[in-house]
T-cell receptor, first 114, second 116 residues
Framework: AQSVTQLDSQVPVFEEAPVELRCNYSSSVSVYLFWYVQYPNQGLQLLLKYLSGSTLVKGINGFEAEFNKSQTSFHLRKPSVHISDTAEYFCAVDRTGGGNKLTFGTGTQLKVEL | EAGVAQSPRYKIIEKRQSVAFWCNPISGHATLYWYQQILGQGPKLLIQFQNNGVVDDSQLPKDRFSAERLKGVDSTLKIQPAKLEDSAVYLC??????????????FGPGTRLLVL
């Protein structure tokens, strides 16, 4: 079975500062990796995904993530955050050929302050 | 394109009552998912349908939860009887079938359930 660990439950950051949200996964087989964002009272929206190929993945809203197989990590980064980035961010994993069954982490609340 | 629709958005019931949630997926999406998101946790998959067949319901508490997807489009999730620990947001998602390179799951806004 796969699992995801998001060690930081909350990350405060000032506007225009860079941010990194950490995600580590555990799996004995190859995986697909995803980052979703959830704004208050809304469903989840896909930010980016890693299926194969280049380990640096670019997503929407200026976010990017890097797949590191040796460290089993998929950290999310943005060079300069905006107030509107305040939301909950979830990392998720699915094993390749796993039938699209996502296992989510517990989420990281990103709070951008002026 | 219209997104995933869910209703109701909010529901408050007393324990031991029954409740039902409805989901309408994105047109053409053969795969439909129901997730339970308890406060402070990530979503947990309850059941996955492909067309009107169940692919995975291993985490569905079948003594009280049931789900159906008649005609392979809309789906309902029912809880009977509800317990306090069922208080959560119930998310519906849909996607193209796995393996076609378009596996992105699109989520609805969720139904927030409070059991008193």
């Amino acid at each position: 079975a796969q699992s995801v660990t998001q060690l930081d439950s909350q990350v405060p950051v000032f506007e225009e500062a860079p941010v990194e949200l950490r995600c580590n996964y555990s799996s004995s087989v190859s995986v697909y990796l995803f980052w979703y964002v959830q704004y208050p009272n809304q469903g989840l929206q896909l930010l980016l995904k890693y299926l194969s190929g280049s380990t640096l993945v670019k997503g929407i809203n200026g976010f990017e993530a890097e797949f590191n197989k040796s460290q089993t990590s998929f950290h999310l980064r943005k060079p300069s955050v905006h107030i509107s980035d305040t939301a909950e961010y979830f990392c998720a994993v699915d094993r390749t050929g796993g039938g699209n069954k996502l296992t989510f982490g517990t989420g990281t609340q990103l709070k951008v302050e002026l | 394109e219209a997104g995933v629709a869910q209703s109701p958005r909010y529901k408050i019931i007393e324990k031991r009552q029954s409740v039902a949630f409805w989901c309408n997926p994105i047109s053409g999406h053969a795969t439909l998912y129901w997730y339970q998101q308890i406060l402070g946790q990530g979503p947990k998959l309850l059941i996955q349908f492909q067309n009107n067949g169940v692919v995975d319901d291993s985490q569905l508490p079948k003594d009280r939860f049931s789900a159906e997807r008649l005609k392979g489009v809309d789906s309902t999730l029912k809880i009977q009887p509800a317990k306090l620990e069922d208080s959560a947001v119930y998310l519906c998602a849909s996607s193209q079938p796995p393996g076609q390179g378009r596996e992105t799951q699109y989520f609805g806004p969720g139904t927030r359930l409070l059991v008193l």
